[in-house]
């Protein structure tokens, strides 16, 4: 299922959520679409296991475990941080992943940091025998490839197309799909510029531009009133935002229409791609820092 809500602002100026967080329950938005082509080629290629890379509240983690349990896969998630091996049962997505009969293997940061290198790789070959790669994030080829699938004919109507960034994937499909006329910016979750090369290596149109200024200090990181905002746009649409990614690009548009960043009548669509499943842990950490928590309800 998907469906789109319109907001309308100030100057003519009309803001579209197309909600594909609601394309599946478990593997909604972006990761839907990245591992579209990649569980393809991993039949194609008669693997039976994916291994991926993974932080502790990953949607990415999440969604291939759960795309592995329904579409036939045994799974592995190699996380980031050995001090997690011992707080599944506190992690939402830890357990949920487990639970899709993920199997999890913890180790330090700094190997964590080897995740692409050959001969790290061919250990993880050794240990675990033949498997499909899924990339940290699931960015590559082919999930751009799926990506590209996000803007349809309808969305033609648009000027600017809005999208929170992780890895560069997700964004990178839809520069390449967008239209001339249409403008796409970004919103990294990570502090820094580095995602810029990382996008060019994967598009051919100009018709971009990375914001830069509404990641709150960095991945993860969240203040009060991000999450204000987030209760805000929940009361005034129901639409739940998380706030890693979707409820960052969010805030950042609304800002913006308000900083006349955009024309009169311009007319915006912002991807919503998932993300929610992070929601939980999110609003642990909160509670525990004394800070307002997330409303999904």
Not at 175 to 195: E, R, T, W
């Amino acid at each position: 299922m998907n469906q789109s809500v319109a907001i309308h602002f100030p100057k003519g100026i009309s803001l579209v959520i197309k909600r594909e967080d609601l394309i599946h329950p478990f593997v909604s938005g972006n990761k839907f679409r990245k591992l579209k082509y990649n569980l393809l080629q991993a039949k194609a290629e008669n693997q039976s296991c994916l291994l991926t890379f993974g932080g502790a509240f990953s949607n990415h983690i999440a969604a291939v475990a759960y795309a592995g349990k329904e579409h036939g896969f045994q799974t592995i998630g190699i996380i980031r941080g050995e001090e997690l091996g011992t707080k599944i049962e506190s992690n939402p997505t830890l357990k949920f992943a487990q639970e899709c009969g993920m199997q999890l293997e913890f180790i330090s940061r700094e190997n964590y940091r080897l995740k692409t290198e050959a001969f790290f790789l061919e250990q993880l070959g050794k240990k675990y025998g033949s498997f499909y790669l899924v990339p940290e994030g699931g960015t590559n080829a082919l999930a751009i490839q799926g990506c590209e699938e996000i803007l349809t004919n309808e969305d033609a109507f648009f000027d600017y197309i809005g999208c929170a960034i992780g890895t560069g994937g997700t964004i990178s499909g839809i520069i390449n799909s967008a239209l001339p006329h249409q403008k796409v910016l970004g919103f990294p979750a990570l502090k820094g510029d580095f995602l810029q090369d990382e996008i060019c290596n994967f598009v051919q149109n100009e018709n971009w531009e990375l914001i830069t200024d509404y990641h709150f200090g960095g991945y993860g990181k969240v203040n009060a009133g991000l999450i204000d905002f987030i209760n805000w746009f929940f009361e005034q649409t129901q639409i739940p935002l998380d706030p890693v990614y979707t409820g960052k690009m969010v805030f950042g548009i609304v800002d913006l229409i308000k900083r006349n960043y955009f024309p009169e009548n311009a007319k915006i669509l912002v991807i919503h791609t998932g993300g929610l499943q992070g929601i939980q842990g999110m609003n642990l950490n909160l509670k525990n820092k004394g800070l307002p928590t997330i409303n999904t309800l």
